[in-house]
């Protein structure tokens, strides 16, 4: 069974710095991404990256500060998020897409049939 196994959370100060994880055991994708969740707010798009191509999209909200990357040999997706600010805190949740579909949407959820546990992201300010 595939599991997406997230790692790197924890709490920082406004302006610092966090690298998420994300390794996908079992297989690969194609397309990875993160979404989060905060408190009492719906879930929300963060970043993608198609793992054959490598492009990658990203929210409007985190553009220029987050960047998501891969690594194939270890079928890893990375999250690397500066110039953290509060409104940053939130559940983060690795997702990977298997079926390929041709309508192609990075930022839908029913884009991805994989997600993780999540891991906390939390800003102080």
């Known amino acids: 069974q595939v599991q997406l196994v997230e790692s790197g959370g924890g709490l920082v100060q406004a302006g610092g710095s966090l690298r998420l994880s994300c390794a996908a055991a079992?297989?690969?994708?194609?397309?990875m991404g993160w979404f989060r969740q905060a408190p009492g707010k719906e879930r929300e798009f963060v970043a993608a990256?198609?793992?054959?191509?490598?492009?990658?999209y990203y929210a409007d909200s985190v553009k220029g500060r987050f960047t998501i990357s891969r690594d194939n040999g270890k079928s890893t997706v990375y999250l690397q998020m500066n110039n953290l600010n509060p409104e940053d805190t939130a559940v983060y949740y690795c997702?990977?897409?298997?079926?390929?579909?041709?309508?192609?949407?990075?930022?839908?959820?029913?884009?991805?049939?994989?997600w993780g546990q999540g891991a906390q992201v939390t800003v102080s300010s």
């Open positions: 079992g297989r690969t994708f194609y397309t």
């Open positions: 990256i198609r793992w054959s191509t490598g492009s990658t």
């Open positions: 997702a990977a897409d298997s079926r390929g579909t041709t309508a192609f949407n990075a930022r839908a959820l029913f884009q991805y049939d994989y």
